[in-house]
């Protein structure tokens, strides 16, 4: 299995708080992704990353933002959380060299915005 | 744009029956990859395939296998002699490079269920 932890895995917070979820990798793949899984909607990209500091938005990217200071931690922000946010958040990581190997996905975080 | 269609939402077998999950996708890109990922009921994304667009030679891993059809822009996983096991939802995965971006298109997911 692919080196990739999120953290929080569950978080339960109030609409209008600061949200940080966190991915880190192993694998120093150059590579990193964040999405969000709904019902109906199945896997949709929020932003990504394609080296340190270089990051692109997503389908979905609005009310979210990324950073990536260093190779093996993308972390992904929701500045004022909404209820609309409550998913369920994967990170995946693929390409020592080209973006189309394979992605690897985390275990995901639950979180749900009261 | 790209995308992805996995028509079947929801599939029930019984144990034994072999199944066929389809996938459509559409690109205007002439190199590209398609991808199949499982998802069981505990939640975490499970790699099960990887095929390049000149690649068109059907794939078997057990009893998996897959049929990539380039005219039909189809890339389709059945699942022989099915188990209990094989209860998940399945997505298919195309690759997108327009704009310049390097990300993968996911379809909604088909849930298969497999009936003892």
């Known amino acids: 299995d692919a080196g990739i932890t999120q953290s929080p895995r569950h978080k339960v917070t109030e609409t209008g708080t600061p949200v940080t979820l966190r991915c880190h990798q192993t694998?120093?793949?150059?590579?990193m992704y964040w999405y969000r899984q709904d019902p109906g909607h199945g896997l949709r990209l929020i932003h990504y990353?394609?080296?340190?500091?270089?990051?692109d938005k997503g389908e979905v990217s609005d009310g979210y933002s990324v950073s990536r200071s260093k190779t093996e931690d993308f972390l992904l922000t929701l500045e004022s959380a909404t209820s609309s946010q409550t998913s369920v958040y994967f990170c995946?990581?693929?390409?020592?060299?080209?973006?189309?190997?394979?992605?690897?996905f985390g275990p995901g975080t639950r979180l749900l915005v009261l | 744009a790209q995308k992805v269609t996995q028509a079947q939402t929801e599939i029930s077998v019984v144990e034994k029956e072999d199944v066929t999950l389809d996938c459509v996708y559409e690109?205007?890109?002439?190199?590209?990859?398609l991808f199949w990922y499982k998802q069981p009921p505990s939640g975490e994304l499970v790699f099960l395939i990887r095929?390049?667009?000149?690649?068109?030679q059907n794939e078997i891993s057990g009893r998996y296998s897959w049929n990539f059809q380039k005219s039909t822009s189809s890339f389709n996983f059945t699942i022989t002699a099915s188990q209990v096991v094989d209860s998940a939802v399945y997505f298919c995965?195309?690759?997108?490079?327009?704009?310049?971006?390097?990300?993968?298109?996911f379809g909604k997911g088909t849930k298969l269920t497999v009936n003892p």
């Open positions: 995946a990581i693929s390409g020592r060299g080209s973006a189309w190997e394979t992605q690897y």
């Open positions: 694998e120093n793949h150059r590579y």
């Open positions: 990353s394609y080296g340190v500091k270089d990051t």
């Open positions: 690109t205007r890109d002439t190199t590209y990859y």
């Open positions: 095929r390049n667009s000149f690649d068109e």
């Open positions: 995965a195309l690759s997108d490079s327009q704009d310049g971006s390097e990300k993968l298109v």
